[in-house]
Each structure stands twice: as structure tokens, then as C-alpha cells.
T-cell receptor, first 118, second 109 residues
């Protein structure tokens, strides 16, 4: 079984609809993230959570909200979807560590959700 | 200026060729550096970390130049299976990783 799962894998919705994307992980990591990926723009961070009570906005949080229901679950909501939110959405988890004197962070991604807003 | 910049490519190379990708980053406080690989329509996966002294993993060699804020990835003896997008990734020790937009590699038979 995959360590990081996302549901749904594909979704087509209409402008103005509320939609929720869900992410679950079995890796036991405290940190979870939501990214969106658009052609030519790479991965952009929407929200991140370092534990259940710690939720932070990323660089493109407008129009999105999140909920960390448990250590293993992190959901992303689009309250009123618009066409420019059409993208590939990835959830990720991470664990921090050290490499010599440097802190490091390895992220593990879910398979992605392809969202189309018409 | 983007925090992490990469040449988007595509790099079209024959099997067996050596190919190099470059990446620059703007934050001099960046602590850790990585290359991730992303196959078409799939999730990114860690390829290798990049250490100050340079490091090698089989056919892959990563180099870091902190003075020039520059990271490179060299792939020797390219295989068809190396065809993918390679993401340069930087960690500044706060919030999360910063991803470049990726360099696409197409290895041709």
C-alpha cells in the first residue's frame, strides 16, 4: 500500500462549487503539505502543517483552506472553485533530520489529484 | 527573480550520452539542496541530496557551489528510462522546500 494517498485522483467540477481534496499518510510524519503544479510554474506551496495544531499559509493560499484532522490526515478545500484553480494538486509529508551540521528535509509525495474547474 | 531557477529544456540526447543540468538559487541562507525526479503526470521523488563536497550515486553526480549559488546534476551513459523532468530543490530551514520549475530530459534511442 502507498504511504501517502490522495482522494480523489481526478475530479471535474464547475465554477462556484465547493470541493475537498483529502490526503492520508501512514509514514508517521508530523509535517504535511499541499502543493499545486501548473505547466511551466513548478510546484507552489499552498498550505503546510508541522503538527495538528500548527497550520501555515504558503505562497498561494488565497481561495484555499485546510484542515488537519489528525496527524495522518490533511485535507484541502476550495470554497468556491474557479477555472484558474485547474491544476495538479500534490500532498506531501516530510521528516526533518540532519546532515552534518545542516538541517535537511525529505518530502514524500502522494500520487496527485488532477482537478479541472469548468 | 525566482528563488530557484532552472533551464526548462527540453534536453534531447541520444542513449549513452552525458548530460548536465544547472540550477541557481537566490537565498544565500539556503541550507540543503536536492534533485527530485518527476515522471510525466506522476509525483516527484527524491533522486539525491547534494552535498558541499559533491556526491555521486551510480551514473548521477551532483555538485554544489555555494559561492556562486549554483547546483548541477550530471548524468552519464543516459538510459531511455532517465527521460523525466528533474527538479532542483532548496531547503532554507524554514517552512518548506522551494522547487524549481524543472528541466525536461528526453533520451532518444
Amino acid at each position: 500500500d502507498a504511504d501517502v494517498t490522495q482522494t480523489p485522483r481526478n475530479r471535474i467540477t464547475k465554477t462556484g462549487k465547493r470541493i475537498m481534496l483529502e490526503c492520508s499518510q501512514t509514514k508517521g510524519h508530523d509535517r504535511m503539505y499541499w502543493y499545486r503544479q501548473d505547466p511551466g510554474l513548478g510546484l507552489r506551496l499552498i498550505y503546510y502543517s508541522f503538527d495538528v495544531k500548527d497550520i501555515n499559509k504558503g505562497e498561494i493560499s488565497d481561495g484555499y483552506s485546510v484542515s488537519r484532522q489528525a496527524q495522518a490526515k490533511f485535507s484541502l478545500s476550495l470554497e468556491s472553485a474557479i477555472p484558474n484553480q485547474t491544476a495538479l494538486y500534490f500532498c506531501a509529508t516530510s521528516t526533518t533530520g540532519t546532515s552534518g551540521t545542516l538541517r535537511t528535509d525529505t518530502q514524500y509525495f502522494g500520487p496527485g489529484t488532477r482537478l479541472t474547474v469548468l | 527573480r525566482k528563488e530557484v531557477e532552472q533551464d526548462p529544456g527540453p534536453f534531447n540526447v541520444p542513449e549513452g550520452a552525458t548530460v548536465a543540468f544547472n540550477c541557481t538559487y537566490s537565498n544565500s541562507a539556503s541550507q540543503s539542496f536536492f534533485w527530485y525526479r518527476q515522471d510525466c503526470r506522476k509525483e516527484p521523488k527524491l533522486l539525491m541530496s547534494v552535498y558541499s563536497s559533491g556526491n555521486e550515486d551510480g551514473r548521477f553526480t551532483a555538485q554544489l557551489n555555494r559561492a556562486s549559488q549554483y547546483i548541477s546534476l550530471l548524468i552519464r551513459d543516459s538510459k531511455l528510462s532517465d527521460s523525466a523532468t528533474y527538479l532542483c530543490v532548496v531547503y532554507t530551514g524554514r517552512r518548506a522546500l522551494t522547487f524549481g520549475s524543472g528541466t525536461r530530459l528526453q533520451v532518444q534511442p
